[in-house]
């Protein structure tokens, strides 16, 4: 995540994309969302899906853990 954002800074001139910016909104994120993420975790509904796979892969994972999460397996 950190070198596409880093690479999107270069390609359309983004300053606010630089290492120390990038490093304080994940942590940010990561504050914010542990909530969410503790009480998916809770139902047994939360999937790990790994982003450095295909696209397709991505896609399938997500398409599948929704499913889940809705009920419809």
């Known amino acids: 995540m950190e070198e596409r954002l880093l690479s999107r800074a270069k390609k359309e001139n983004r300053g606010d994309d630089n290492i120390d910016t990038i490093k304080k909104r994940f942590i940010l994120f990561n504050n914010q969302m542990s ?8 139902r047994g509904i939360l ?3 790994h982003s450095d796979d295909s696209i397709q892969e991505v896609f399938c994972e997500s398409k599948d853990a929704l499913k889940l999460a809705m009920g419809y397996y």
């Open 47 to 49: 999937t790990a899906i």
């Open 35 to 42: 909530k969410v993420v503790d009480e998916y975790k809770k």
